[in-house]
């Protein structure tokens, strides 16, 4: 997708706020919350998830501690999956879905 922090799914920091349901295990819950880290088990094993990401705790903890707004490094990664995922599925546009 692209290179540098934004590939992580991070920031500058090397802090890494989105992970996909591939990346991601049982064993990550503090980090991925409950069902971030339940999808993404679920998807390891091989059931039919969609696919999708969590963005992690520690990114939320940040969007409360700075009032509610999303910053534009955590903005960018959301456009940049929106493209991608659209061209992949070849949809015009594509929704996220926020549990």
Not at 26 to 50: F, Q, R
Not at 53 to 80: D, H, N, Q, V
């Amino acid at each position: 997708m692209t290179t540098g922090s934004e590939k992580q799914g991070g920031n500058d920091m090397g802090n890494k706020y989105v992970y996909s349901f591939s990346e991601g295990s049982k064993e990550m819950k503090n980090l991925l919350g409950g069902k971030g880290s339940n999808l993404a088990e679920m998807t390891n094993i091989g059931l039919p998830v969609p696919p999708g990401f969590t963005i992690s705790t520690e990114a939320c903890i940040r969007f409360y501690e700075e009032g509610e707004k999303l910053w534009p490094e955590l903005t960018a990664i959301l456009r940049k999956l929106k493209k991608h995922w659209a061209r992949d599925f070849q949809m015009k546009e594509i929704h996220f879905w926020f549990l």
